[in-house]
């Protein structure tokens, strides 16, 4: 079928752009969205304070009772801190990812550290020796400082329109 409308005005009695206006439009979002990108880098000390605080959190579970009521909340508090801070500082913050590569490796991120908390509780209320704690809190340290920022580089690829293809 044949379009019998000009290529710079929309159809009759249809109300929007021109496919020139849309197409125009749709590269201007590519070119925000490239820009976006290029702003969205996380800078280097961001994972390894996320590492640190979650390592800080599933360690205070092998601390005895005061001193873990004290740094539990103490850490957890740190985590929307880490936020309010990289927001104020760089202007902008994601909350979702941005393809179905970055969205993989958020998942995996997630998975990683709620199974570090579950070992993590496995030891505070089992007959497991406390010092075994070490072993979720390092593999949540190294996956918030590994996935990281393979999560970001995927993101930010997204984010600039390249691997669309993928979806």
Not at 67 to 94: C, D, E, K, N, T
């Amino acid at each position: 079928m044949e379009n019998d409308f000009r290529e710079d005005e929309p159809p009759s009695g249809t109300p929007g752009l021109s496919p020139a206006q849309a197409r125009a439009a749709l590269e201007g979002l590519d070119a925000d969205g490239a820009t976006l990108a290029e702003r969205a880098v996380t800078p280097w000390w961001y994972h390894l304070t996320l590492g640190t605080i979650v390592a800080v959190i599933i360690c205070t579970q092998a601390l005895p009772s005061p001193a873990s009521l004290i740094a539990l909340p103490v850490a957890l508090f740190a985590l929307p801190v880490l936020v309010l801070v990289y927001r104020r500082r760089y202007g902008l913050w994601f909350s979702q990812p941005a393809g179905p590569r970055s969205k993989r490796i958020y998942q995996v991120l997630l998975a990683t550290i709620v199974l570090c908390f579950g070992a993590m509780l496995l030891v505070r209320f089992t007959e497991i020796e406390y010092t075994w704690v070490l072993v979720p809190a390092s593999v949540g340290f190294v996956a918030a400082v590994v996935l990281g920022p393979l999560y970001d580089q995927a993101f930010r690829r997204e984010l600039a329109g390249q691997g669309r293809e993928a979806r």
